[in-house]
């Protein structure tokens, strides 16, 4: 039971980097930052130098995506894989609550439902933000 929930949840992340890799490396740059502004609420410029980090960036999701599917494919062979990935998983989740505690202003509103909800939950004033 355990590995086959652990094959649904790599299974979905790899599906998850996938998609977003194969949306910033074939969609102009101007798209990807206005669907970073809608998922993440993130407001970005559409420049030479977002072009070339975005790209750069997607491939590293690519990768990343890639070796969870291999990862879900068969867990107890491909084990060593799982300690790099839940090692990038933790960063990133941590990064993104150092994101919201540090750099988010309450006169920042988003429009992103995940990063209002986070900055609603660790503000100490959580009342004057609503």
Not at 17 to 23: C, D, E, P
Not at 67 to 87: D, F, G, H, K
Request: aromatic letters at 14%; proline letters at 4%.
């Amino acid at each position: 039971m355990k590995t086959r929930m652990f094959r649904i949840v790599t299974g979905i992340a790899a599906a998850y980097h996938i998609f977003l890799a194969a949306v910033c490396l074939l969609c102009p740059v101007d798209t990807v930052v206005k669907l970073v502004d809608i998922a993440f609420g993130v407001a970005l410029q559409a420049n030479p130098q977002f072009a070339l980090i975005s790209k750069f960036t997607s491939v590293y999701m690519l990768v990343f995506g890639v070796m969870l599917l291999v990862l879900s494919s068969e867990p107890t062979r491909y084990r060593a894989l799982a300690i790099p990935a839940l090692v990038l998983f933790w960063l990133r989740f941590a990064n993104r609550i150092i994101f919201f505690l540090f750099n988010y202003s309450s006169e920042q509103r988003s429009t992103s439902y995940v990063s209002r909800s986070l900055h609603l939950a660790w503000h100490p004033d959580r009342h004057a933000c609503l």
